[in-house]
Nanobody, 119 residues
Framework: QVQVVESGGGLVQAGGSLRLSCAAS????????MGWHRQAPGKQRELVAT???????TYADSVKGRFTISRDNAKNTVYLQMNSLKPEDTAVYYC?????????????WGQGTQVTVSS
C-alpha cells in the first residue's frame, strides 16, 4: 500500500505563486509516475502535470510555461511550482502515484489541497 499526502495549498492573488508538495510513503516501486490533477467546482478532474521517476515531464496546455513539476526520488516527493496564477487555476489539487510495469495496479491518491486564486 502507498499513502500520498499533499500540502502547500492556500489563497493567493492573481499573478502570485504557490508551491505544492506531495509525499508518497509505503511500498514504493522505484519505477513510477507521479502527477498532479485538479478539480474545480462543477467540473471534471483534469490532469495538470506528470513526472516519471526518470524525470520526464508532461503538462496540460493550460499550465505550460507557468507551472513546473519536479521530484526528489530519495524522498519520494513531488513538487508543483505554480507561477503567474490565474483565477481559473482555482481548484482542489490532487496528487497521485502509480507504479509502472505492474498492470492492474491502481494509482494511489491523496486527499487534495485547496488552491484559491483571487482576482
Amino acid at each position: 500500500q502507498v499513502q500520498v499526502v499533499e500540502s502547500g495549498g492556500g489563497l493567493v492573488q492573481a499573478g502570485g505563486s504557490l508551491r505544492l508538495s506531495c509525499a508518497a510513503s509505503g511500498s514504493i516501486f522505484s519505477i513510477n509516475v507521479m502527477g498532479w490533477h485538479r478539480q474545480a467546482p462543477g467540473k471534471q478532474r483534469e490532469l495538470v502535470a506528470t513526472i516519471l521517476s526518470s524525470g520526464e515531464t508532461t503538462y496540460a496546455d493550460s499550465v505550460k510555461g507557468r507551472f513546473t513539476i519536479s521530484r526528489d526520488n530519495a524522498k519520494n516527493t513531488v513538487y508543483l511550482q505554480m507561477n503567474s496564477l490565474k483565477p481559473e487555476d482555482t481548484a482542489v489539487y490532487y496528487c497521485n502515484y502509480r507504479p509502472l510495469g505492474r498492470p492492474g495496479t491502481l494509482p494511489s491518491w491523496g486527499q487534495g489541497t485547496q488552491v484559491t486564486v483571487s482576482s
